[in-house]
């Protein structure tokens, strides 16, 4: 939570259509990822992005697209071509000044399917 | 390829004792780990990192230790309390250059009254 907003918090997607997610930070951090977490299961990186106009695949990129337009904002669409996504997605945020990379989520957007 | 564990079971304590979790990793020497705290419904939350060169390290009720020649971090809590239960995973730094984190699946705790 803190300075990193994810939106909206439960949302549902019928067959075939696209749905965004969103994630906004006022961190002042250049790095932004994104992740998918199941039940019973931990965090799988989808993309993630150190640099404005920047970003790379993940573990489990298939079926999702990312832009990163603006250094506060990484919107996740997880697209048709996902046949699973039903889902709880979690949107982090790390600053690239160190090594360290410790990472500060949101609260999470809960995606379920019609 | 790379591969961190942490026990699936949960882990159920009485209140007031220490609370013991395991991260074992392989085919794989971090520079460091990292331990996060998360709550159902809720993002993860940092709270311990660790040096490869560092054997512990503590945050009041809190202590991770770090043996890289057994691959192992152990994550105590002392004079657990009800509000300590969640589930606690660890996270190692990726093997490329990349600010990427490789998170364990987490352990449950439960801290009973």
């Known amino acids: 939570d803190g300075g990193i907003t994810q939106s909206p918090k439960y949302l549902f997607r019928k067959e075939g259509q696209n749905v965004t997610l969103s994630c906004e930070q006022n961190?002042?951090?250049?790095?932004m990822y994104w992740y998918r977490q199941d039940p019973g299961q931990g965090l799988r990186l989808i993309y993630y992005?150190?640099?404005?106009?920047?970003?790379q695949k993940g573990d489990i990129a298939e079926g999702y697209s990312v832009s990163r337009e603006k250094k506060e904002s990484f919107p996740l669409t997880v697209t048709s071509a996902q046949k699973n996504p039903t889902a709880f997605y979690l949107c982090?945020?790390?600053?690239?000044?160190?090594?360290?990379?410790?990472?500060?989520f949101g609260a999470g957007t809960r995606l379920s399917v019609l | 390829s790379q591969k961190i564990e942490q026990n699936s079971e949960a882990l159920n304590i009485q209140e007031g004792k220490t609370a013991t979790l395991t991260c074992n990793y392989t085919n794989y020497s971090p520079a460091y780990l990292q331990w996060y705290r998360q709550d159902p419904g809720r993002g993860p939350v940092f709270l311990l990192l660790?040096?490869?060169?560092?054997k512990e390290k503590r945050k009041e009720r809190l202590k991770v230790t770090f043996d890289t020649t057994l691959k192992q971090s152990l994550f105590h809590i002392t004079a657990s309390q009800p509000a300590d239960s969640a589930t606690y995973l660890c996270?190692?730094?990726?093997?490329?250059?990349?600010?990427?984190?490789?998170f364990g699946s987490g352990t449950r705790l439960l801290v009973r009254p």
């Open positions: 961190l002042n951090h250049d790095a």
């Open positions: 996270a190692l730094d990726g093997t490329d250059s990349s600010y990427k984190l490789i």
């Open positions: 660790i040096r490869e060169n560092e």
């Open positions: 992005s150190q640099i404005v106009n920047d970003f």
């Open positions: 982090a945020t790390s600053s690239t000044s160190g090594r360290l990379n410790i990472q500060y």
